[in-house]
């Protein structure tokens, strides 16, 4: 894959080029820009920035606004311009293992074009590309704001993608749970919670400029497609929800673990119990024939030594059965 | 059952028909619909595609809505058009064994037309059908909107019975909790848990849909039908009310798990404890008299045997009458 | 206490009839209702469903409320229609032990009458029938949206009276829970919290319904009574917030169970860990000398058994200071 | 202290009359207000209650407010009449223990008098009487808004001292937590915790009630004064964020003394492992050589002893080596 | 450094004098205050409250005002005069251990000045006093809202810095207790939940006063430039949920914590209770060897010896290899 992309479209026309950042940033001309078609320049990071910031300056960007692209992200932003909107998010990053590394985006969207800024290669939008080219839906007929919800559709798309993995994860750990009981069953659970968090952060946020984007009153925005923005919260919405019910449920496994923990708890201090209230008083006894006085009658006795086996045998026997009829001897 | 089934009724006539999806669909004429009448078209899957795109093109539904019936459903939507309404959710699938078994239902709504289609063969709309063919309330002299308000009412039924039997079920657990204390039964909370938590993924987005009917100003929506729609987001209030309620008490019947838990370790080390601190220290004494030493002067004495007896008896009913005293020996 | 009553009153007038049923509906007349009276009907049972329906079809009501005055009710209901407001809450049922245990009140306001339906007979509202007796406040030269007022008070009363019960058992536990720790004091924090939940249950409706009453247009509620409906909303608001503070304070004292349960296990601990500790060692000391072999030259020793016996002293003064010096002896 | 005080100011003049209640509530003349003054009148009992009456009727006071005066409060309340308005919180008692210990407070406010009447003796306002006779702020040249104001505000630094009370509390809490873990600390944890959920009751309501008077559009209440009730609303909802926190910070501490107990448990078991597992195993090898067999050729070996008391070194050293190697013998 | 700095700056001349209170106080004359200029005076401490005062005094500051700037504070506070917006806030103290350790801040806005009061020494604003030397961004460009903004800003930074502090020490407390379970663990856990209760308590009162700015209506706050605090403002609601989230995964690490402390526990008592079942009952065997009765044929057996022997391997073997197969004896 090559570091930057330029999509131009129209009905009528779609045209790639995969170049490198020096190239595409050089060879566009805002001045000639062809108001029938949406350029789409998407870069795959931002080492170029000479090239990048040149472009920006180009396209008539504020300079707080190039500043943002090249900077860490704090939080997510939108900003309005008069001629241009600019947008940064975080989302997740592509085959990342974890919710937790993310990698910030940011989007221009002007009139006839849109930039888009990732900080690392990785393919969010491969969806929106063949899209274009197929020419699948109304992507093709519709101007700069539509893409831009084609690629936050894109974006919100991986976050489900990732709730699902968790929500597999956690049936794994439900089944695991109702089989065994691993101590590494705990730490997993905590660790789902953990990604369930991260992905809160990640979605409150663009929820948050979706709103903003609802209720923005710029020329870029046609107010016909604002509820392709609603819809695009509505799902941020009921993700929230899935994150909150699937934290729950691991809640309810947590729960289940520790009372197995102590279930076993319970059943290994039953086997010390009964193994030691049987054998200690009965140890008592054959302790009290070995002593070593002189004067012992019952050492004596010819039957001695076979009483006191069917005494300790009935004793035995006693503690044993009143063991088994509070029911310390069947699993529960 | 057929797959599909075709009502048509107004104020003096009602007529079902039981057919199997592409018959409907062929025989269905959007331009010889009979304003008096309402035609409802209740499909039980999804398998004849083909067919149902035909009727849905034949009633100038957008490509989009087309596609949204046969895809699976992330989220509950409402979306207006001019000359219909389009909802798709989540409901409870019929005759499941829990909650997390759901099915899609769309619905189109239309001026004189409404059609439902269902996942899977399922008799949610039993009730419904009853009171037309009977002519029971108001269903037979009212428009689309209100059989709408029915249909989706006979869903919220389905979903306040499911309630209930979670309410049963914590009342058995109830039961189970106060007369012994197996382990199944903190399982049998925590899937309880679950379902609430599932219930609650239902109710919210038709709660929100709701709304959503209540707000639009949309001319299949009569306005003086809209206290309808008004009483059902209550009903879905009261339901999540409940869930939570139902949540409550299982939290509380987990804390009694528990404390239960935690009191029978207690009284197995209780029992561990009083029987090793009254023969451990006996044994002892035994012990030391079963030394061999050359020069042991009590050994000689001729009631060094009964002295020593004595003195253990006198040290186990002291123990023995301590532990009682702390109250070890009776159970609380 | 006979099935129905009717009270007639105004300013100059009071008349109670306490009659069955069937005599009070078939002597009813709307249209000879004097309007500067108002006529209140309330009925402690709906047995006589035949004449409760005659009066109610007397007074043209809609059917779909005659029919919810007769089954069973899942949500609390407001309905206004042009002649009557109709209001369906769940409250207290009278002298019941526990707050699970709720009758359905169906109330019907119309110009000059109100009708009240209890499913059971119950005195629910002695106080108001009481100050319209005596004459006490505004009653009786108000019309019947301020008796309405008064009913509701009555009941949101008797929610105070059943809070307050609780509230006082929670004192006991209190006090039980300080002085010892019986397993049962759990059980009955549990169930304290189980009223408090179904206390939340029944009190949230009616706060609704009321907030429904202060925002109704209808010519039957006069403005300037919404105040009154404004404070009993506010008492709800309050007792909601008593409620939860309630559950507040039972977290907190089964926190003080379940500590005082682990403080017991640790005590139980400590004695058999210190009475092991002490005497096992010594027991393997004694052992070794009772060991049978041939040539062990201690056993010979005159002083060997005076030794023995003092280096087991030592010892086991050794290991009572430690446990003293660890505190594990003094109870805390 | 005598039961009421009368406070009569205006810019030029200011006197204090404490007399008994009778007195002064027989000499207030309404129509003899003077209205460059402000009159407060303060009590401090409701003992004289026909007095009492007698100075509201002269006042024109609704019989309603008259009688919830004199009866218990069960919600803070606000009304509004066209010559007066009326109020009644709860506030904390002077020198009460706990935060439990609450009494009622009713205000009056009028064009020129303010009343207050205190359920017992206490010093709620000696702040503002201070003020009022060094004429520090502005209290001088306002009217009885603002007075209303300063009262206000007397009491929410009642809460506020109060709420530092628990903060130091806890301090000490905290700091007995670290360096021991007396169960009495628990209690100590949960008694605060109360008094907070005391503390939040107290504060919503007169919070309510602010947010009344900021809304209020009554002539008593000069806009321009407004803002004076805003920043008490603020100071309450910074009280109530307060008590929050320091909730949470309890929370924290009971989950240390949990930690605590529990690791204590585990040395406690340690101690009594570590000790059963050397000794018991060596118990049973000398009981071994003090077996009566007549065939044990080891008792007959002239270095058995010296044999059997190595192995045993042996062994109890390796088992004491393996729980120093699992850390067993160091606390952590 | 000394206690108070002036910055005078235009676009075209930028002057700081750091001088000490007493100095520039006396220096400073609002009439000739040159309105091309800002002039931003920070005083380091309020030590000499009479020049400060006079200084006040000569910019017509409110007595209430100049009142607050030496008085603790207790609630964060905006207030609007016509010629002066005032504002207080509490912000971490520079080089503080805990974020506990608050110090107070005031703000004067004024037309062309803007005075800030810190409670100690400490450079908060070091980086905008090199963004005014450097002239980077627009604050050189901009009026003493912009500067109050560049200023909110730097303060709320300070927080983003404790925040992520917070987020090192709970990455660093995750690392130890995957590795190992000390007790201070949960101790560290605890206290950096209490950060995060302190860094919310500072936060919410920040982001109620940018509200406050956003909607406030003065002539001293551009319209344009309130995008600037609602950037902040949203910064503010971001660092809530990093501090929500944060809370979150410290629960998640005190599970693990309790968790593993459960599980050691169980170890424990697995080492006892496997030690003790296999050594008890054998002892008790040889014990009965032991004992010295006259008539004990085994006794007399050539084999008797051996056979008990085998007898206990037997046992022995067998009671292990049943905790084997429970898998009691690896670690899990």
């Known amino acids: 894959m090559k570091n930057a992309q330029l999509y131009k479209y129209s009905q ?4 790639v080029q995969n170049e490198e950042v020096h190239q595409i940033c050089s060879d566009f001309e805002p001045n000639a820009i062809d108001t029938d078609y949406v350029y789409w320049l998407n870069f795959h990071n931002l080492q170029d920035r000479q090239s990048l910031e ?22 997510s ?5 008069s001629n241009y909107l600019f947008f940064q998010i975080h989302t997740l990053r592509n085959n990342s293992a974890t919710a937790a590394e993310t990698e910030k985006l940011s989007f ?31 992507i093709r007929s519709q101007k700069s704001d539509f893409l831009l919800f084609r690629l936050l559709d894109a974006l919100i798309d991986e976050i489900f993608v ?9 049936d794994l750990i439900d089944a695991g749970i109702h089989s065994n009981m691993k101590s590494h069953l705990l730490r997993e659970i905590e660790t789902q919670k953990r990604e369930l968090i991260e992905l809160r952060k990640l979605i409150q946020p663009i929820k948050d400029l979706l709103a903003g984007l609802e209720n923005m009153d710029h020329p ?37 673990y520790y009372a197995a923990q102590g279930q076993r ?48 045998i009935l004793i035995g026997a006693g503690l044993l059965s009143y063991f088994i009829k509070r029911g310390w001897l069947k699993r529960d």
Chains 1, 2, 3, 4, 5 share one sequence.
């Open 12 to 15: 009528e026309f779609f045209a």
């Open 77 to 81: 932003k939108v900003e309005e311009y």
């Open 54 to 75: 040149l472009l920006c300056q180009k396209l008539q960007l504020d300079k707080l606004s190039i500043e943002s692209i090249f900077q860490p992200l704090r939080r």
């Open 162 to 170: 990732k709730t699902e993995e968790v929500s597999d994860q956690i």
């Open 265 to 312: 708890m319970n059943e290994i201090m039953k086997v010390l119990t009964v193994v030691s209230s049987i054998f200690i008083p009965l140890t008592f006894i054959v302790g009290v024939y070995g002593m070593n006085f002189k004067y012992m009658p019952e050492l004596e006795y010819p039957y001695g030594y076979y009483t006191v086996v069917l005494v300790m």
């Open 220 to 256: 870029l925005i046609d107010p016909s497609n604002k509820h392709y923005f609603k819809n695009l919260r509505n799902s941020c919405t009921s993700l929230l929800e899935d994150v909150d019910a699937h934290k729950q449920i691991l809640e309810s496994l947590s729960n289940l």
């Open 108 to 138: 221009v969207v002007g009139k006839s074009f849109l930039l888009s800024f990732q900080d690392h290669q990785g393919l969010h939008f491969s969806d929106v590309r063949e899209r274009i080219e197929k020419s699948k839906g109304k």
